[in-house]
């Protein structure tokens, strides 16, 4: 026995599917959207590493009587980041530094951090 539908019935066949495949589409930008906002800030907390780290070598160089940003250039190059500006002041160095992110949408960024060590005299 056939079950008899009606027109309008018939005519929204498929909907289900269309509606699923839009709802996959948006999860699947929002996990990318995440993994790349993910990757930014993984890069940003790498930057901050480098940034803090060249800033005390730097600091411990100065007290050693030696070059601080000469020690600040080394320890950054050693963390694969690109040191941008490094000032002495006193006892006290300032160091910025940049990281190259990876490719994020296709733009590559460089995130910057900035650290300051010293004996704060």
């Known amino acids: ?19 699923g495949l839009a709802l996959i589409a948006v999860l699947v930008s929002f996990a990318m959207l995440c ?38 250039a080394t320890i950054a190059r050693a963390n694969d980041a690109n040191l941008g500006s490094c000032q002495v002041e006193g006892a006290n160095v300032v160091v910025t530094v940049s990281v190259p992110s990876a490719r994020v949408f296709g733009a590559g960024l460089s995130l910057p951090a900035r650290a300051r060590a010293g004996s704060g005299t």
């Open 35 to 72: 993994a790349a906002a993910a990757s930014l800030i993984g890069t940003h907390r790498r930057a901050e590493a480098a940034a803090d780290l060249a800033a005390l070598a730097a600091a411990q160089a100065v007290a050693d009587g030696n070059d601080g940003c000469g020690a600040a």
């Open 1 to 19: 026995m056939r079950v008899r539908t009606e027109p309008w019935i018939r005519a929204e066949r498929g909907a289900a599917t269309v509606f």
